[in-house]
């Protein structure tokens, strides 16, 4: 079967023909449909994050994937059922999997999980994959198109569910949000907080981008506003703009973490979900801690999602604009066009290989 994967020693996807997987007794057999890339994929390409799976000199790419069962072999699926498969499996490594145990895979430590398509696990650019149904969230029929945005949607719910849970000790009624960072996962971010079920009442989107750009046409038609950081740095858009509630950075620009304190309005909240290198900076660290401690401020970092969180991905996806849907999603690619599919330009958003449809 066609598979795309990044070899050994390799910076770039390649198309692999690989044997079809045979599904083990409680596993079944999925056909994918989609699969979409993000800023992750890109970094596994190029090697900067992620590991091989053991015993493989090439991992197969791709987490936010949606499939139809192919044989539910026993496991109680429905044969034709569209299902969206969870990133995360236990460790071989360990002996006890708790976190797993208790439905709680996304707040493993790292070494108790693999992650499939990302750390140690092949994942599911390829034409089928095999997998226990608990790791499998079951979606309408109407998703085979838009189905794989299940999982980065799954990613900013953890973190809306923990940013309201660190505010839940007193009333906090926020109405501002910041999204820092205008790449997939920032736009999607922002168009959840823009659905009619969201609290939030005014919301900015940042970028380092001119106009014309189809991110900023995204970000207006939203509703929302537009911050350049190169006009209005973070740690300046309280004053030039307003406080926070609510910050979600998505840059991956390790500043950002420290200016968020300063973006944040009293008993605000910051997610930071970005992945930065490692980067040597100078920061007034007294000064942060003071504001955090004196303005009752929250910063908290989060990854991955768990099973209640893609369900109410499942629902959100539901709640986003059809407009919003096909302006984000700036190309469908064939398997054979993969490396056209992870070219990197202004204008592509989040662009996705398609293996099959329904
Ligand atoms: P991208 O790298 O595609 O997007 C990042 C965006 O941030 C780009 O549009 C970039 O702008 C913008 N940006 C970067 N630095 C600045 C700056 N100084 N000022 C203004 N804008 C800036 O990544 P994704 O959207 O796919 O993901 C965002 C981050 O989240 C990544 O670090 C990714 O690894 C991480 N991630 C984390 C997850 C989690 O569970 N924690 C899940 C998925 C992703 P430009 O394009 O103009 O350069």
Not at 3 to 12: C, F, H, P, T
Not at 14 to 42: M, N, Q, Y
Not at 140 to 159: C, M, Q, R, T, W
Not at 259 to 282: H, K, M, R, S, Y
């Amino acid at each position: 079967m066609k598979a795309i994967a990044v070899e050994r020693g390799s910076s770039r996807p390649t198309l692999l023909d690989v044997s079809e997987p045979d599904p083990d007794a409680g596993e079944a057999l999925l056909r994918t449909l989609r699969v979409g890339i993000d800023g992750t994929d890109h970094e596994v390409v190029r090697g900067n994050h992620g590991g091989y799976p053991v015993g493989d000199d090439y991992q197969i790419l791709g987490h936010e994937a949606v499939a139809a069962v192919e044989d539910p072999n026993g496991t109680g699926l429905e044969s034709g059922q569209l299902v969206v498969p969870t990133v995360r499996r236990p460790s071989t490594e360990t002996e006890s999997n708790e976190y797993f145990e208790r439905g709680e895979p996304d707040m493993a430590p790292d070494g108790a999980y693999v992650e499939r398509g990302i750390v140690g696990a092949h994942g599911y650019m390829s034409e089928f994959f095999v997998s226990p149904p608990e790791f499998l969230v079951p979606v309408p029929d109407s998703y085979a198109e838009h189905g794989f945005l299940v999982e980065p949607i799954s990613n900013s719910e953890k973190a809306f569910e923990h940013a309201f849970a660190a505010r839940s000790a007193f009333e906090w009624t926020p109405e501002s949000a910041l999204v820092l960072g205008n790449g997939p996962l920032g736009l999607l971010t922002l168009a959840m907080l823009e659905t009619d079920s969201s609290p939030f009442e005014r919301n900015y989107c940042l970028g380092r981008r001119d106009r014309p750009d189809p991110s900023i046409d995204i970000i207006e038609r939203l509703g929302s506003t537009y911050v350049d950081s190169r006009e209005t740095p973070v740690d300046g858009v309280a004053e030039a703009f307003e406080p926070m509630d609510f910050v979600y950075e998505a840059t991956g620009y390790a500043k950002h973490a420290f200016q968020t304190v300063d973006a944040l309005a009293p008993n605000g909240v910051g997610a930071l979900l970005g992945i930065p290198n490692d980067w040597a900076f100078e920061v007034d660290g007294g000064r942060l801690h003071r504001e955090l401690v004196l303005e009752n401020k929250a910063l908290f970092g989060s990854v991955n999602s768990n099973v209640g969180q893609y369900e109410a991905a499942r629902d959100r996806l539901a709640e986003l604009p059809d407009w919003f849907l096909d302006a984000f999603v700036t190309g469908v690619y064939a398997p054979d066009e993969a490396e056209s599919a992870f070219e990197a330009s202004d204008d592509a958003i989040k662009t996705v290989i398609e293996f099959d449809t329904p």
